[in-house]
């Protein structure tokens, strides 16, 4: 008997042009716990980098806002899928801080960005619902399981979900954890297919650890003199680093048990680029939950050393890149199983079994 999947059926991105490198933040004046370092910044730098990996990051261009490059991924991702946007029955816009103009550090959320990509796309059908997520850095992830639900209720059978931010117009410049942020936009067609056999989305997990919702938030400047009324991304990278090596493979494997399948039948994980280091140390306690002491070769494509991190981006951008052979060394093969996977503020970590 034929089940009704959700499938993949176009990607798309947006990277900005603007190449940020270290000799960035050269003049920055970092602090940290209201006192100015005293480190030379290049050691700084220099420091950071060896941690997360992180060489470069994206800015967007002056003109653009978050809306903006969203529209130009989910573009790509309609065009890849050869569908007319007037067919889609939902635009779910993962994002966690609106439009924010530069130099203003003001969050613009009404309408939905979503709701501003469906008059971008110049979409008529009124059918056709756009709505927004705020779910941290697993924003994405989390909208495509909304999508699941949408298309096996019988209720959609097109639904397009973008991920998008514009990290670099919310973070202090006097916070060198700030080096880790960086713009970027990502979408992606998820339509039904009838199948006897399970294709598309098998399985997801969610879950939220309230009582970590402190590791990752707005607050002020790390600069005590800056006294400007902003408040800025702020996060403890030292315990979220610990969390999410914890954490992530317990969800991760939760979601591959419920799938039914084994963890040797993954051949890629898509997962959030947030520190090259930290995923590493994921990957190998997910495969020691399962008493496989190696974590084969080429199973998790990285852009973070040339994106950086671009939150809710980062995964359907990386999901795009592979898929059109932009990440040398990996491919997506026919039948080939695959996990999504994200973990950010709230403290929110989901994962998602596929099958290509």
Known sequence: MNKIYSVITGTGSYIPENIISGNHFMESSFFDNGVKLDKENTEIIHKFSEITEIVERRYVDANLLNSNIGALAAKKAIEDAGIDPETLDCIIFCHNFGDVRLNSNRMDMLPALAAKVKQELNILNSDCVAYDIIFGCPGWVQGVIQADYLIKSGDAKKVLVIGSETLSRIIDPHDRDSMIFSDGAGAVIFEAKESAEPIGIIAHKSETFGNYASLLLMGTSNNPNENNGNTYLKMNGRKLYEFAVINVPQVVKKAIDKSGISITDIKTVFIHQANGKMD????????????????????????????GNSSVATVPTLIDLVRKGKVEGYQIGEGQYAVFASVGAGMHINAIVYKF
């Open 280 to 307: 590493n140390a994921i990957m190998k306690r997910l495969f020691k939950l399962y008493n496989v002491e190696e974590v084969p070769e080429k199973l998790v494509p990285m852009t973070i050393s040339w994106l």
